[in-house]
């Protein structure tokens, strides 16, 4: 069983800088596939970022350029670090992770983002 737990969510301004961390507990974390997604209020949830085992990424459109995944597998935490934030990035923002053919979520953390 793995469980993921995300910190860094909040509130910040147009224009601002956030990083999010998801600590992920269990051995086999330097093989999982580790990703960011997202919800936003009346939508579907979305995928924002992925990194794989070796550390290639892939990123939507919307944020590319933007946002950064990145993992420690020392520390078996994933990061996101996002820039440029806009209003329509505001949603709650899950982790997730892929390992042994099994998947799981985290519980979410809330990005909103407003002047």
């Known amino acids: 069983q793995v469980q993921l737990v995300e910190s860094g969510g909040g509130l910040v301004q147009p224009g601002g800088s956030l990083r999010l961390s998801c600590a992920a507990s269990?051995?086999?974390?330097?093989?999982?596939?580790m990703g960011w997604y997202r919800q936003a209020p009346g939508k579907q949830r979305e995928l924002v970022a992925v990194?794989?085992?070796?550390?290639?990424?892939n990123y939507a459109d919307s944020v590319k350029g933007r946002f950064t995944i990145s993992r420690d597998n020392a520390k078996n935490t994933v990061y996101l670090q996002m820039s440029s934030l806009k209003p329509e990035d505001t949603a709650v923002y899950y982790c997730?992770?892929?390992?042994?053919?099994?998947?799981?979520w985290g519980q979410g953390t809330q990005v909103t983002v407003s002047s």
């Open positions: 997730y992770s892929m390992a042994l053919l099994r998947s799981y």
């Open positions: 269990g051995s086999s974390f330097s093989s999982a596939i």
């Open positions: 990194i794989m085992s070796d550390s290639s990424t």
